[in-house]
């Protein structure tokens, strides 16, 4: 069964600052991985999404890293800003078969970036 | 313009009672799911439907019933109720079974007392 991990579970960082967030999985069987963010009270927004053939994604200043392989996905944030604080979750989908379709959730990194 | 949509967004309800959570998503998508995320943020799937047809049924007490009347909505009707089921009740939905991005509601916070 895929068990998906995210380290560290709460990061305090200044304005400005470069940070990444960790994300494992223990079966290298997937067929992507996407990344959320949730605010308090809210719905999850996808941030990036990545196929299970890609190394990377990039959206502004965000960069998604997949090493398949050792089942592992960073998340890096440049020049963090209080409007990035937020639950960053990780998310992996696996290959067909009777897992058809779902996604297995890490529990989050809770992220605070104060002015 | 919303893309997936879920109501009520707050629902507080005794024991008991049955109750009924509806989602529609506008963005043509042919597969929906319903997640639930616990007091510890943990999401976990519980059903997802494609073309009106139930794929995912995880392990899920038979008191859950989702009902898709068509491809944009998939409603989740919850009977007899307990304490246990308090927890946020996300919606999601992707354009193919496989391989495309997940788009998820605002959620409904089921509170049971």
């Known amino acids: 069964k895929q068990e998906v991990t995210q380290i560290p579970a709460a990061l305090s960082v200044p304005e400005g600052e470069n940070l990444v967030l960790n994300c494992s999985f223990t079966d290298s069987a997937i067929y992507n991985l996407q990344w959320f963010r949730q605010d308090p009270g809210k719905g999850l927004t996808s941030l990036l999404l990545?196929?299970?053939?890609?190394r990377e994604q990039t959206s502004g200043r965000l960069n998604a890293s997949l090493d398949k392989s050792s089942g592992r996905s960073t998340l890096y944030i440049a020049a963090s800003q209080p409007g990035d604080s937020a639950t960053y979750l990780c998310?992996?989908?696996?290959?067909?078969?009777?897992?058809?379709?779902?996604?297995?959730f890490g529990r989050g990194t809770q992220l605070t970036v104060w002015p | 313009d919303t893309a997936v949509s879920q109501t009520p967004k707050y629902l507080v309800t005794q024991m008991g009672n049955d109750k009924s959570i509806k989602c529609e998503q506008n963005l043509g998508h042919d597969t929906m799911y319903w997640y639930k995320q616990d007091s510890k943020k943990f999401l976990k799937i519980m059903f997802s439907y494609n073309n009106k047809e139930l794929i995912i049924n995880e392990t899920v007490p038979n008191r859950f019933s989702p009902k898709s009347p068509d491809k944009a909505h998939l409603n989740l009707h919850i009977n007899s109720l307990e304490l246990g089921d308090s927890a946020v009740y996300f919606c999601a939905s992707s354009q193919v079974v496989e391989g495309y991005e997940q788009y998820f509601g605002p959620g409904t916070r089921l509170t049971v007392t």
């Open positions: 990545i196929q299970s053939s890609q």
């Open positions: 998310a992996v989908r696996p290959v067909r078969g009777s897992t058809l379709g779902r996604l297995y």
